[in-house]
T-cell receptor, first 114, second 113 residues
Framework: DTAVSQTPKYLVTQMGNDKSIKCEQN?????MYWYKQDSKKFLKIMFS???????INETVPNRFSPKSPDKAHLNLHINSLELGDSAVYFC?????????????FGQGTRLTVV | AQTVTQSQPEMSVQEAETVTLSCTYD???????LFWYKQPPSRQMILVIR??????QNATENRFSVNFQKAAKSFSLKISDSQLGDAAMYFC??????????FGTGTLLAVQP
């Protein structure tokens, strides 16, 4: 029944490793997002995909690579993890065009780089 | 450029009282939408209320209402009859016609019993 699900919920890893976070939505939405929430709770948009096509790519290091195999999935792969990558990462989805419709968020993935 | 500013990092209110959270925004688009989201300690992002920019009437959802001043680019959230469960981080957000949804820095609301 979960609308937007992310896995894993928690991820602890060492510097230099490569890791992925998976996101799936069962709402039939066309648009999916990745956000990073830092320790001060600031939510910054990273990427947005519309029906598997990248439409927003904010200033994010190219160590971060989103992958959308189909419109229901948007995974985030991070190479060569750094301490500063520690944060909570949220996946979200909304209908195409957005408008006043609600964006649905996953429960977040807390990434800790040690 | 699309920006959202919340100037109150923290607010406190007594249970059953009313509190207003401030938000200003800037956008060059004529078509946009505004939202308030709540994030309790569980981390889940929950939509509180939404407003279409082309509507002059202020949105209301039970104890939550907004004061939308389009000319001033202001979108404040009023919470009436505050309850302990209202304690959370509140984010103001705007969505452009290109579906870019961006957030303010948040206001942490404490509710005192």
């Amino acid at each position: 029944d979960t609308a937007v699900s992310q896995t894993p919920k928690y991820l602890v890893t060492q510097m230099g490793n490569d890791k992925s976070i998976k996101c799936e939505q069962n709402l039939g939405h066309d648009t999916m997002y990745w956000y990073k929430q830092d320790s001060k709770k600031f939510l910054k948009i990273m990427f947005s995909y519309n029906n598997k096509e990248l439409i927003i790519n904010e200033t994010v290091p190219n160590r971060f690579s989103p992958k959308s195999p189909d419109k229901a999935h948007l995974n985030l792969h991070i190479n060569s993890l750094e301490l500063g990558d520690s944060a909570v990462y949220f996946c979200a989805s909304s209908p195409r065009g957005g408008g006043d419709t609600e964006a649905f968020f996953g429960q977040g993935t807390r990434l800790t780089v040690v | 450029a699309q920006t959202v500013t919340q100037s109150q990092p923290e607010m406190s209110v007594q249970e059953a009282e009313t509190v207003t959270l401030s938000c200003t925004y800037d956008t060059s688009e004529s078509d946009y939408y505004l939202f308030w989201y709540k994030q309790p300690p569980s981390r889940q992002m929950i939509l509180v209320i939404r407003q279409e920019a082309y509507k002059q009437q202020n949105a209301t959802e039970n104890r939550f209402s907004v004061n939308f001043q389009k000319a001033a680019k202001s979108f404040s959230l009023k919470i009436s009859d505050s309850q302990l469960g209202d304690a959370a981080m509140y984010f103001c957000a705007s969505r452009s016609a290109t579906n870019k949804l961006i957030f303010g820095t948040g206001t942490l609301l404490a509710v005192q019993p």
